[in-house]
């Protein structure tokens, strides 16, 4: 079976443009995850749905970053009035997330979209 | 706050060396813990988890040992090979959310 995809693979923008950027999880997850990841660090969290409901958006650095996943499948993260300092990898994942309490759900990655701001 | 410490990088090592990098958590409850390992070009796998105190994780050669007491998750392999080369990543979990907290990322480099 296919596994988390995202797409573009890379953007390149000016400042000042939104940006769409794509995750397609594995088919039947319940939980999807978004994570921002700089050049030379680990990723850091951004925002979690379960389902169709976005559950923890604490992650999101700023009102211009929105994330939507309207039927709990696809999800779309948004971000708007795009600055320099939000060029990084951002990466989805998916997981089964369907027991409370599972602590060590795995969570599956993609291959993130690499988001270049001029 | 909660946070994960893994040695910094490049590790460059010949093959057949015995490999540690070492990770280190500071974590409010009882988290589980995780090794995820990016191959060039490609997205973050996961190599091994640890779900509570003196489990041992284990896939592809590589082990690690979560001890609570000293709050560490060492990875380890005793017999490296060029293929192995990475980056590494240490990551946590608490109980009731998902989110994964994840160190810096450590290079790995294998010469033959």
């Known amino acids: 079976g296919a596994g988390v995809s995202q797409s573009p693979r890379y953007k390149v923008a000016k400042r000042g443009q939104d940006v769409a950027l794509r995750c397609d999880p594995i088919?039947?997850?319940?939980?999807l995850f978004w994570y921002q990841q700089a050049l030379g660090q680990g990723p850091e969290f951004l925002t979690y749905f379960q389902n169709e409901a976005q559950l923890d958006k604490s992650g999101l650095p700023s009102d211009r970053f929105f994330a939507e996943r309207p039927e709990g499948s696809v999800s779309t993260l948004k971000i708007q009035r795009t600055q320099q300092e939000d060029s990084a990898v951002y990466l989805c994942?998916?997981?089964?997330?369907?027991?409370?309490?599972?602590?060590?759900?795995?969570?599956?990655f993609g291959p993130g979209t690499r988001l270049t701001v001029l | 706050g909660n946070s994960v410490t893994q040695m910094e990088g490049p590790v460059t090592l010949s093959e057949e060396a015995f490999l540690t990098i070492n990770c280190t958590y500071t974590?409010?409850?009882?988290?589980?813990l995780f090794w995820y390992v990016q191959y060039p070009g490609e997205g973050l796998q996961l190599l091994l988890k640890a779900t509570k105190a003196d489990d041992k994780g284990s896939n592809k050669g590589f082990e690690a040992t979560y001890r609570k007491e000293t709050t560490s998750f060492h990875l380890e392999k005793g017999s490296v090979q060029v293929s192995d080369s990475a980056v590494y990543f240490c990551?946590?979990?608490?109980?009731?959310?998902?989110?994964?907290?994840w160190g810096a990322g450590t290079k790995l480099i294998i010469k033959p």
């Open positions: 990551a946590l979990t608490l109980g009731g959310n998902y989110q994964l907290i």
């Open positions: 994942a998916s997981s089964h997330g369907q027991t409370a309490g599972l602590v060590s759900n795995e969570q599956f």
């Open positions: 088919s039947g997850h319940v939980s």
């Open positions: 974590a409010t409850g009882y988290p589980s």
